[in-house]
């Protein structure tokens, strides 16, 4: 064993705002940087999480679509433009899943009372979190969208509303991320966060994800409606500019809406819980 | 030099909803020693190393860590201290080198020193042959060489462990134990929590010995094992039916009622002068012609020195709370 040099601090000892907001930015690219190298080294892991909505969109456009008849023209016509964007925006739904799965696990091993113990920027675990998932997601919705062109989705839409369409499907991934990391929080231990699930269902399908709220029971569709996934759902078909559901006429005053609602849907929900998570961050010194 | 001591607490306390954690706890560790903090789960071990991290606020009393106040100054203290957890906090999908690297980076090196200052830390801990493994691999022992590593960045003026060797085999705890020795040799102070006696002995200089919330005993080892009587005489009977009388004799001969351990048919008792008192217990069990398999004296083992101090204070509090 070699001697340990004690080294000298002064270095670090001054730190003024300007450098705090630079020190806050580097070390969320640190922990973004750590999260990739868990990509690099579970190619395996990344393949099943990856997997699990491409095995959704195949089940649901061959197993499900044949059936449903959502254009008006007949059982399965049209299924894969109008399950598609159902798909990106469950996609972007399920992912706080992962983000709470991933903060419990986190303070369960002691990682989070490691980061707090540190002289590192206080915001930085949260930020990384959002940022790394963020770019996940991006991911996660270039694999779909491949997926969903090989089995003949199109966007009928310019390249700039496509584009937005996707930039709203972030949005929404960005606003659950705070959901996720205000659960991640709360939960004990990572076999509960596994039962998320029992949320992560009914906020996923109780939408306009794979079936039009007009196709429900009043109440239900009502529900449907106006979750938030459906907002998104329903605004980026109209980016997509997806066929047979200009014919459709909105039941729901928030069908009429939906562009706006998926703007501030995600809005109203950050403001709800980026507060949370950040007093449920700080209780856990209590 | 220095002229604070390296942790000073008055007074901790910490509430949860239920139940009251620390109920006054005082510290004072000077620079340099190995302080130990002795107490069996749900003591107020973990509650204390908590809040002098800064992780856990207190609801009253005061603590400073090389000289900065806890509460009103955790970011100075975050500099000045390593922090090894009950879990090791180590991430298993990167190689020891990129855990150490991460760190450092996080601890604010740049990138050069940073990658220097791991491969110091792997050579220190022993741990360069495994450089490119995650730990995933590794055993208990070498998990927690590198979760140590990871606390001894920035060379802190304080290293806190919490429960260090908790779930080690014997030679992983011997590995860690080695590693301590070697930071405590140069000059680190270390504040470890542990409820093997064993481990307490062998690494601390001082000594806290804390129960419900309350340390209150402090000394050395040996002060300890002075405190509860100089020798154990320690008698085993061969057949467990003799235990009562056994009991019974020893009682009448030496005034005090001796510890029974009736799984193992073992009696034991502290005692003043071992050899008197061997010699009037052998007379009368002779005299009254009981067999016994094994007796003895010998010195006290922090446990027992451990059941003894506490267990009056654990019979205490649950008669006040009837």
């Given amino acids: ?286 | 030099m220095k002229d604070h001591p390296a942790v000073a607490a008055q007074g901790l306390v910490k509430r949860y909803k239920k139940s009251t954690a620390l109920d006054g706890v005082d510290l004072e560790v000077p620079h340099g020693t190995v302080h130990g903090l002795l107490g069996p789960n749900g003591s107020g071990k973990t509650t204390t190393v908590r809040i002098l991290t800064t992780l856990t606020i207190p609801d009253g009393g005061q603590a400073s860590v090389a000289g900065w106040d806890v509460r009103t100054q955790s970011r100075e203290v975050r500099r000045r201290i390593g922090l090894t957890g009950q879990q090791t906090a180590v991430d298993d999908l990167m190689t020891a080198r990129q855990n150490l690297t991460m760190f450092g980076r996080l601890f604010r090196l740049n990138r050069i020193d940073a990658q220097r200052r791991a491969d110091e830390l792997l050579d220190t801990f022993s741990l360069t042959e495994a450089a490119d493994r995650t730990p995933k691999k590794f055993s208990g022992g070498m998990r927690r060489r590198l979760d140590l590593a990871a606390s001894m960045i920035l060379a802190p003026e304080v290293l806190f462990l919490d429960e260090p060797t908790t779930g080690l085999d014997p030679a992983g705890r011997r590995e860690v134990w080695e590693a301590i020795r070697h930071l405590a040799a140069q000059g680190t102070t270390v504040l470890l929590t542990t409820h093997y006696l064993d481990e307490a002995d062998k690494l601390c200089d001082r000594i806290s010995v804390i129960d419900q919330g309350r340390n209150f005993i402090e000394d050395t080892p040996a002060g300890l094992k002075r405190r509860i009587g100089d020798e154990w005489l320690e008698l085993v009977a061969s057949d467990p039916a003799d235990m009562k009388n056994l009991e019974q004799l020893v009682t009448r001969i030496l005034g005090t009622e001796p510890v029974l351990e009736n799984a193992e048919a073992r009696l034991s008792i502290s005692v003043k002068d071992g050899v008197a008192a061997l010699t009037a217990v052998a007379a009368e069990i002779s005299a009254q012609r009981l067999d016994i398999a094994d007796i003895g004296l010998r010195r006290p083992t922090l446990d027992e020195a451990f059941l003894h101090l506490t267990t009056p204070v654990a019979e205490n509090s649950l008669e006040e709370t009837r």
């Fill in chain 1, 1 to 286: 064993m070699t001697t340990l040099k004690h080294q000298t601090k002064d270095a670090h000892t001054e730190e003024k705002t300007g450098s705090r907001v630079i020190w806050g930015i580097r070390d969320c690219r640190t922990i973004v940087l750590q999260e990739f190298t868990h990509l690099l080294r579970q190619p395996s892991t990344f393949a099943w999480q990856i997997g699990f909505p491409v095995v959704m969109v195949l089940m649901f456009v061959y197993v499900f679509g044949s059936a449903m008849d959502v254009t008006g023209q007949g059982a399965g016509e049209g299924y894969v433009d109008f399950a598609m964007p159902g798909m990106f925006a469950l996609t972007m739904a399920l992912g706080f899943m992962d983000t709470a799965y991933a903060v419990t696990h986190n303070k369960e091993k002691g990682f989070m009372d490691r980061f707090r113990s540190m002289p590192m920027s206080s915001s930085a675990p949260v930020t990384g979190r959002a940022v790394s998932d963020v770019i996940r997601a991006g991911i996660d919705l270039v694999v779909i969208a491949g997926v969903a062109l090989l089995i003949g989705w199109r966007s009928g839409g310019s390249l700039g509303a496509t584009l937005a369409a996707f930039v709203l499907l972030l949005w929404l991934r960005l606003a659950l991320i705070f959901v996720g990391i205000y659960l991640g929080l709360c939960i004990k231990n990572t076999e509960t966060a596994g039962m998320l699930f029992a949320v992560a269902f009914p906020l996923g399908f109780i939408s306009s994800v794979f079936t039009p709220p007009e196709m429900m029971p009043g109440w239900l569709g009502a529900v449907a409606a106006w979750n938030p996934v459906s907002s998104t759902a329903t605004a980026i078909r109209d980016l997509f500019n997806t066929p047979g559901i200009e014919i459709m006429e909105p039941a729901y005053w928030i069908d009429g809406h939906a562009m706006a609602a998926a703007i501030i849907w995600p809005a109203v929900i950050m403001a709800v819980f980026v507060p949370l998570a950040v007093r449920q961050f700080k209780s856990l010194g209590r």
